[in-house]
């Protein structure tokens, strides 16, 4: 089996994977929702599963925290191990009134403060966008549910403690959503290599009220987005 620096597998990898920051986020979703589950990674701790989900093979493994993390994770799965679809599922920082803890947010595009796309050389600015077609089957999957999703723009920042007090302000009046870290770079990695992405989101903390979840919550209690993100699988 083909490996890479960062990834080693001892398993086949699903064309679908979801991508949990937290590795250990990845394991409570394998062993919750997956059948026949077998670890494919363990390089640096990136715990990374494979199983079956309603019959659907489906992958599962930790992107790590940051653009530079996912993006490298990213680019392995798809150019190295075939990996055609694959969804984050992180937590977020709620930045618009009405966006509160525990609501599952949908990333359609993601604005950043990172230089990631440079790298395409494009005379002008890349806006990473989610496939269209993940985001209509997790609102069909979401209304069948009865689960309310906020969709719209998101902020996949750098920082997580700015210098700048006004940095989140300025964001929140162009009417982003939340705040990640992530979801720019896996967005547009995918649209580089033409696979599909998309980012699901639970808010773990409010911009505007201040209130937050803990990290016990973070890693296992937010099971609604896991639940939309894995029937993705069988699309
Ligand atoms: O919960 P995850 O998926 O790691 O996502 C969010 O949490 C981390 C910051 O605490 C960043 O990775 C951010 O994007
Ligand atoms: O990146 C993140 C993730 C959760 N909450 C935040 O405020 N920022």
């Not at 994770?73 to 694959?86: N, Q």
């Not at 599952?104 to 395409?120: E, K, L, R």
């Not at 009220?209 to 987005?225: I, K």
Request: proline share 5%; hydrophobic share 40%.
């Amino acid at each position: 089996m083909k490996s890479t620096p960062h990834i080693n597998p001892q398993a086949p990898i699903a064309e679908t994977i979801l991508l949990p920051g937290d590795p250990l986020r990845a394991k409570f979703i394998a062993e919750t929702y997956l059948e026949d589950v077998q670890q494919f990674n363990s390089v640096r701790n990136m715990l990374g599963f494979t199983g079956t989900y309603q019959g659907t093979p489906v992958s599962v493994m930790g992107s790590g925290m940051g653009i530079p993390s996912i993006s490298l994770y990213a680019w392995e799965l798809i150019h190295v191990f075939g990996c055609k679809k694959l969804i984050r599922v992180g937590t977020c920082g709620g930045m618009q009134e009405g966006v509160n803890l525990y609501d599952v947010v949908i990333g359609q595009a993601a604005c950043s403060n990172s230089s990631f796309t440079d790298q395409y050389g494009l005379p002008g600015t890349y806006a990473p966008i989610a496939s269209y077609r993940l985001i209509e089957a997790v609102r069909e999957q979401a209304k069948a549910k009865g689960v309310t999703t906020h969709v719209g723009n998101i902020l996949s920042s750098d920082v997580f403690y700015h210098a700048d007090p006004t940095f989140n302000e300025r964001w929140q009046k162009m009417g982003v959503l939340a705040v990640e870290m992530e979801s720019a770079g896996l967005y547009a990695t995918a649209a580089h290599a033409g696979v599909e992405a998309l980012g699901i989101f639970t808010v773990s903390d409010s911009l505007v009220t201040g209130a937050e979840t803990t990290a016990e919550e973070r890693q296992t209690a937010f099971t609604q987005m896991m639940e939309l993100a894995l029937p993705l699988a069988a699309l």
